[in-house]
């Protein structure tokens, strides 16, 4: 481990550190002073936690350092401090879902993918701010790289987290964007699996259709790894099913067959393109050279309808009652959504739901020949603004259809990060893993 890594241990990744703390090298306890050091250092600009007891992560450190002296590490995840998105149930801190509305809630325990984190020995260091019931109203957290622009959606606590060195992995979810987006304007790496990949039971529901369990982390071997630990089958949740053999991890790891082939995808959004990710993705695709293809997909303006129209719908089904119970705990953005979502034809919704296969089997054609699709995680970098989160348009296509997706930070423009968006076939996680560790190391240079 460096001399850099000795003084700094925030700036180890997961995977790292959990190495680390076996070797002895560090303890699972200093690691935690680190990162509550370095909280306290950031928070009063981030915003990140929305509810953080330092003595008991530091309780849960030392336990982890007690159980390695009398032992081998219990998982692979021993001794390392997660944040969780303030969505997940944790039976020893609230869960208040981001609004007024659940204020004081205690859940009595732990949501399964929590649980399976602990089980691989991860210290839950705290609850990371969600906008209100994870949607799109803003929330207090700032970008980490510049506080007057926005991280980004309801998952952008877990991001800014991660960003600022304030743990080394989070966990956030998406129904739209809400993985990707952040990730990509806070400048870290983020994967949202396949849908059914991680189970959602004890997670804050607000379409069953779409709602995907995701991470955050350093590197894509610290997504597969966080993936491997929670992905797991849940009869209870009907898009839920078994992991398969390998792990994540030792697949992301394999060097590939060949050197991955890109599809480019534009979306047909892409006149709406900021001009400074417009020229970022130019040089991007100059440096790629004959590892990349401009491909079109011409439905993806329709998925694009279809997707909106099955999130207004299913918001309106889980959150739709909190207009009559607690109308003034709702924010007037929320109250217009749940409205608009109440209006929704029912034909349209059905339309929207049995269109979903048929488009998925059209658009997984192109990755027969293809590694990934590649294109843009957001419009542009974060906009300087803390009245919206930013468009989530180029996420909840891919999220509509089930699909796993990788948020890398390669580009830049203006000292803001731009994500680079590499989109997978359904249950193909992990060589979509494989195909974005081949991206970051050729565009890194080694």
């Given amino acids: 481990m460096s001399d850099r890594h000795l003084t700094d241990p925030t700036s180890l990744s997961a995977i790292a550190a959990a190495a680390a703390i076996r070797a002895g090298e560090i303890t699972s306890e200093g690691l935690v002073h680190a990162c509550l050091a370095r909280i306290a250092e950031r928070e009063d600009d981030v915003r990140a936690w929305t509810h953080l007891d330092p003595e008991l992560a530091l309780a849960q450190a030392r336990q982890a350092d007690a159980a390695l002296r009398s032992g081998p590490a219990i998982g692979p995840l021993h001794g390392v401090p997660i944040g969780i998105k303030d969505i997940f149930d944790t039976a020893d801190l609230p869960t208040e879902h981001g609004s007024p509305a659940f204020a004081g809630r205690r859940p009595s325990r732990d949501a399964a993918c929590v ?188 998925v694009i309808e279809w997707a909106r129209i099955v999130q207004l719908a299913e918001n309106a089904h889980y959150y739709g009652g909190l207009l009559t119970e607690a109308p003034h705990h709702l924010s007037a953005g929320l109250k217009q959504r749940l409205e608009d979502g109440l209006k929704v034809n029912v034909q349209d919704y059905l339309r929207a739901l049995t269109a979903r296969e048929p488009a998925y089997r059209a658009i997984a054609g192109v990755l027969d020949d293809y590694s990934a699709i590649l294109t843009p995680a957001a419009l542009g970098p974060a906009p300087a603004s803390l009245e919206a989160t930013g468009n989530p348009i180029l996420n909840g296509l891919w999220t509509y259809l089930g699909m796993p997706a990788v948020s890398l930070p390669l580009l830049e423009a203006n000292r803001m990060p731009i994500g680079v968006q590499l989109v997978g076939a359904r249950r193909d996680d992990g060589r979509l893993l494989r195909s974005a560790r081949w991206l970051t190391t050729e565009l890194s240079g080694g």
């Fill in 115 to 302: 649980a399976l984190l602990r089980e691989a020995g991860a210290v839950i260091m705290g609850k990371t701010v969600t906008t209100e019931l994870a949607l799109l109203t803003p929330a207090k957290t700032r970008n980490p790289h510049n506080a007057v622009h926005t991280p980004g959606g309801s998952s952008a606590g877990s991001a800014a987290a991660v960003a600022a060195g304030m743990v080394p992995t989070a966990v956030g979810s998406q129904t739209a964007g809400s993985i990707i987006r952040p990730a990509s304007f806070c400048g870290v790496f983020g994967f949202k699996p396949t849908l059914g990949l991680i189970p959602r039971g004890g997670v804050l529901m607000q379409s069953h259709t779409l709602d995907t369990v995701g991470v955050y982390g350093r590197s894509v071997d610290d997504l597969a790894l966080l993936a491997d630990c929670m992905a797991a089958f849940d009869a209870d949740d009907p898009v839920s099913y078994q992991p398969s053999q390998p792990a994540l991890l030792a697949t992301a790891r394999e060097a590939p067959p060949a050197a991955p082939l890109f599809a480019f995808v534009k979306t047909p959004v892409w006149p709406d393109i900021d001009p400074l990710t417009h020229a970022a993705f130019t040089r991007l695709i100059e440096r790629l050279g004959n590892r990349v293809r401009a491909v079109e997909i011409p439905s993806l303006a329709d």
